[in-house]
């Protein structure tokens, strides 16, 4: 059999292929990387940038429930990674922590891009006014097709009356950070984050260092990897492994983390331009954390 | 052997079961069996010394023996010819053929044949015996370096309470080291009679220690064959009974299954069989056919059936503030009672005996056994200084557990060695500083965080909720917060774990420990960088399954600059 064939053979399976990744991603937001290797419909383009990039691991004020490959606003405000979309959209999220009562997050974040440019921005409240905090959060970046940073900052204030006096006034608190991401081909993509370069005032609810993941997208099938550093490197590194599985309108995802060990399960559905996702961790000893979200995303009308 | 004999060379000589000679000294020479010989020197006694040394004579040979003239001589082995006159024999004293003659003091049983306080020293020493026809001698104990001070080589060092004693009693192979071992005193006796037993005094012991009433407990100890016969499996026979009804039939009666070869020793455990409550005295009998000694088939043991008059109620084993380590106890007795008439020892034994309090304690009351009485009542200012006993000497409590769980123990006793209170503790848990104390049947730490001496412990305040923690909001560096849980159990394990935000766990700030349902504990954050942390209690019932979990958020507050 000649190369010649062969390339034949190649192309047609390939568009074979391309059909059926059509079919399933057509109704929920995918992978850029999937979209670039089965799909030519730049209509799905949005809905696909919402999967991929980074992963959840010690999220605090922005913790969506998104599948492992997967960035919403509010993971692009978590951890400084933009959107390859430039398509508007808003998501509203609940993390209840732990089965702690009165320990939950409530948050909202925006997101949308012109040309390259991509920005974010949202607001969160986590627990009752004794030990809890308001946070609102920027971030402002760049995105093309094979790769894309952002700065993020966000700013807290505790609610508690008698909050610590700091530089920035009692209770308050600022941290910035950023991210960047960059393909490395056959579906994979790297990504780097470092949320809390620099701190002033009140010391955040929870100490974050740098991340560093790998993700692979094929057809419906997404793997993410994530190495978690303790801050200023005291303490052993935290690991996480997801994989998401996508059919038609729906995504089921699983992941495991270490430190100690544990596991979570979670399911998105799509409707139209309405993403319903969650997701439930359970902690051997904590107990379960569960997250919620509504994501409205407006599907990109590229070429 | 060979023949003992007066030598007067002019160099030193060493030779075996004869003399060596010091040039310029008078002759030196070990044993002669054809008169009469040193047989055993008892010269350090348990105890004060006094009116108990003894120097027992034997002739060896066949017909008596006049010791008139005879001199006894104690050397001091720290110099050169340090002799010293200590009894001279009168024409009144003999000693038949085969016989023995105890030179001693006024307290050695049997009564001596010549009444001498000896005044011996504790080795390196010597004592010889002078005859009128000049011939010498002389036993030397210790690491003695000079020759006139012993025959051959010289004898061991006895320890305190054992003899000197040539064994057996005709033994001479020409030096001290040869003939004389550390053997129990004889005075009077054959070192080495054919038959004798021996109860090796001190060996008693009971388990438990405190039986409960109406309980039976196992009383160990062991036997020794001092004789130069081996006694056979069930020659020996152990009887025991209570001292106070000496016509009861006996508690056991317990033949020793084993045959103990000359010289060897057994151990032996005997069930008592019920014992009533109170203080009682066990008394521990050998029965042995033939046996020539009967003096040392005898021991007793003082034991306590039940609880003691005195009981521990909190105990300090590693202060914080300078206060010193204490113990506080409660007195059971229905009458006042003189903490004086205690002693206490830790897991150790060193009993440490209370003195500078004052009075008899009142039932039901309160007294503190401290190490540095006048710290602690600079520490607690508000305590009656009266029922502050200082222990001397004070043994040091471990602060630290063992491989079996046990850190230490604390140990009451009667002045007469009675056991009254044993209490084994762990420090498993016990936050540093704080102490234990016995609190709704079980021991705890202390919810005052320097404990409460002299008075009972702290009741707790109901809580709303299973777990909390107070305050929430604790600043970073050396804040602190109590711990609090409240247990639908009446006694639980409990422990306490800190997670972060993200779920790892970065501290635990309480071990398993047993507590009560109601609970407290203080727990410094010292370490914890700023940050949200969830506190997770986890409890399980002492008794049966079941078992909870709960979880409290905490801020560690903290700024960068």
């Known amino acids: 059999m000649s190369t010649r064939a062969l390339r034949g053979r190649g192309a047609r399976a390939a568009r074979a292929a391309g059909a059926a990744r059509r079919r399933v991603w057509a109704r929920f937001p995918a992978a850029p990387a999937v979209r670039r290797l089965a799909l030519a419909a730049p209509a799905r383009l949005a809905a696909l940038a919402l999967l991929l990039l980074p992963a959840r691991a010690a999220a605090q004020d922005f913790a969506s429930p998104a599948p492992p490959a997967a960035v919403t606003p509010a993971v692009f405000l978590e951890r400084g990674l933009p959107e390859r979309s430039a398509s508007p959209a808003v998501e509203a999220l609940v993390t209840r922590w732990y089965e702690v009562p009165d320990l939950a997050t409530r948050a909202v974040a925006l997101a949308a891009g012109w040309r390259s440019v991509r920005a974010a921005a949202g607001i969160s409240r986590t627990g009752e006014p004794e030990l809890g905090w308001t946070t609102g959060a920027l971030a402002l970046g760049v995105a093309g097709r094979g790769a894309g940073g952002a700065l993020r900052a966000a700013a807290r204030r505790d609610g508690a009356p008698g909050a610590l006096e700091a530089a920035l006034g009692p209770g308050a608190g600022l941290e910035a950070g950023g991210g960047v991401w960059v393909e490395a081909g056959a579906g994979i993509t790297l990504s780097a984050s470092a949320p809390q370069i620099f701190t002033r005032g009140i010391s955040p609810p929870l100490e974050r260092g740098l991340e560093i993941g790998a993700s692979w997208v094929m057809d419906d099938l997404s793997l993410r990897l994530t190495r978690v550093s303790a801050r200023g490197g005291a303490g052993a590194a935290q690991h996480e492994a997801g994989l998401a599985l996508s059919a038609g309108p729906l995504t089921v995802w699983l992941e495991a983390r270490d430190l100690p060990a544990r596991g979570a399960l979670g399911l998105a559905a799509r409707v139209g331009a309405l993403t319903v996702a969650g997701a439930v961790e359970s902690h051997p000893v904590l107990g379960e954390t569960v997250r919620l979200s509504l994501v409205l995303a407006r599907p990109h009308a590229g070429p | ?561």
């Not at chain 2, 010269?43 to 066949?62: H, I, K, S």
């Not at chain 2, 909720?465 to 009446?490: C, K």
């Open chain 2, 1 to 561: 052997m060979l023949p003992a004999g007066l030598l007067t060379l002019s160099l030193a000589l060493r030779a075996p079961g004869a003399a060596s000679v010091t040039p310029g000294s008078l002759p030196i020479t070990c044993s002669r069996m054809d008169r009469t010989i040193v047989a055993e020197v008892f010269y350090d006694a348990t105890g004060d010394d006094t009116g108990r040394e003894f120097v027992e004579l034997f002739n060896p040979a066949e017909a008596p023996c006049s010791l008139a003239g005879l001199r006894l001589e104690a050397g001091d082995g720290a110099g050169p010819g340090r002799w010293t006159l200590r009894w001279t024999g009168t024409s009144a004293d003999s000693i038949d053929g085969s016989g023995h003659f105890v030179i001693g003091g006024a307290l050695v049983e049997p009564p001596p044949g010549a009444t001498v306080a000896l005044d011996l020293q504790n080795g390196p020493d010597a004592v010889r015996l002078v005859w009128p026809d000049g011939v010498i001698e002389v036993v030397g104990y210790g690491a003695l370096v000079h020759a006139e001070y012993f025959c051959g080589e010289p004898a061991v060092d006895a320890p305190s309470g054992q003899s000197l004693a040539r064994v057996p009693d005709r033994s001479n192979q020409g030096a001290n080291a040869l003939d004389f071992r550390a053997w129990p005193p004889s005075p009077g006796r054959e070192n080495l009679s054919k038959r004798d037993a021996e109860l090796i005094p001190g060996s008693l012991a009971l388990d438990p220690e405190q039986p409960e009433p109406e309980q039976g407990a196992r009383l160990s100890g062991r036997i020794a064959n001092r004789g130069a016969a081996a006694l056979g499996t069930g020659e020996i026979t152990v009887l025991g009974v209570v001292a106070s009804e000496p016509d009861a039939p006996p508690l056991f009666s317990h033949p020793i299954p084993v045959a103990i070869a000359a010289g060897e020793s057994a151990s032996f455990a005997a069930e008592t069989g019920p014992l009533a409550a109170g203080k009682h005295t066990l008394r521990v009998r050998l029965s042995v056919a033939g046996d020539a000694a009967a003096a040392n088939d005898l021991d007793s043991l003082r034991v306590r059936v039940g609880a003691g008059p005195l009981e521990v109620t909190e105990i300090q084993f590693h202060p914080g503030a300078g206060e010193g380590e204490w113990v506080e106890v409660r007195s059971r007795d229905p009458a006042p009672l003189d903490p004086a008439g205690f002693t206490l020892s830790d897991r150790g034994g060193a009993r440490g005996v209370p003195a500078a309090g004052s009075g008899a304690l009142a039932p039901e009351s309160l007294a503190v056994f401290a190490q540095d009485r006048a710290a602690l009542l600079a520490r607690f200012a508000g305590i009656d200084p009266a029922r502050v006993w200082e222990v001397k000497p004070w043994a040091a409590l471990n602060n630290s557990n063992d491989s079996t769980g046990v850190a230490d123990a604390v140990v009451l006793r009667e002045s007469d060695g009675t056991p009254c209170e044993r209490m084994s503790y762990s420090a498993s848990g016990v936050p540093a500083g704080v102490p234990i104390e016995w609190r709704a049947g079980a021991w705890a730490p202390s919810r005052a965080a320097l404990g409460t001496p002299l008075a009972p412990p702290l009741t707790l305040a109901p809580i709303a909720t299973r777990f909390q923690m107070t305050p929430r909001r604790v600043r970073a560096g050396a804040g602190s917060a109590r711990l609090m849980w409240s247990l639908p159990w009446e006694r639980a394990r409990v422990s306490i774990e800190v997670y972060d935000l993200a779920g790892r766990r970065v501290r635990r700030a309480l071990p398993e420990t047993p507590s009560a349902g109601r609970g407290e504990c203080e727990w410094s954050v010292e370490g914890l960088s700023p940050g949200l942390y969830l506190a997770t209690l986890l409890a399980r019932a002492e008794t049966g399954n079941q078992a909870l979990r709960e979880t409290a958020a905490f801020r560690v507050e903290g700024a960068s600059p």
